[in-house]
């Protein structure tokens, strides 16, 4: 008997990615309907930047089984999968709030402004202050 898979979108962090209220609080995001990623999506939500290892084992997961199922599920590693929703978050924050970058680095859980500097040029090609002022590059190519 030939085994088939059954095919299904994978979850990217723009599809659970909503945005902000007025206060800088996060909109609750869609559910997916997937119980795995609705969990994880809520960890990164609520602790933002931690190492994977501790995401698993919020989860209750050995992070063996943990990394293969974000894998499996949204076609990329947990540290990028974080790093894109933290992105898309810090982007919207420099776009939609007057916070200071700092406050937006404190907000967002980096140890300090230089670590979210750094971050931020890695994911995004350009420094938050300059991202602010409309300068707007990101690639996704690698």
């Not at 609080?25 to 309907?33: D, E, F, I, K």
Request: net charge positive.
């Amino acid at each position: 008997m030939k085994r088939t898979t059954i095919p299904y979108k994978q979850i990217h962090p723009s599809d659970v990615f909503v945005g902000f209220l007025i206060d800088g609080s996060l909109v609750n995001p869609p559910a997916t309907g997937n119980e795995f990623i609705d969990v994880f999506v809520g960890l990164v939500r609520k602790y933002k930047r931690m190492p994977v290892k501790q995401y698993a084992d919020a989860m209750g997961l050995d992070i063996h089984v943990f990394l293969p199922a974000v894998i499996a599920l949204t076609g990329m590693g947990a540290h990028e999968w974080i790093s894109e929703y933290m992105r898309l978050a810090c982007c919207e924050l420099l776009e939609k709030t007057d916070w200071s970058v700092s406050e937006i680095a404190k907000r967002a859980g980096f140890s300090s402004i230089s670590t979210f500097s750094q971050f931020f040029y890695r994911v995004q090609k350009c420094q938050p202050y300059a991202f602010r002022k409309g300068y707007r590059y990101h690639s996704t190519d690698k």
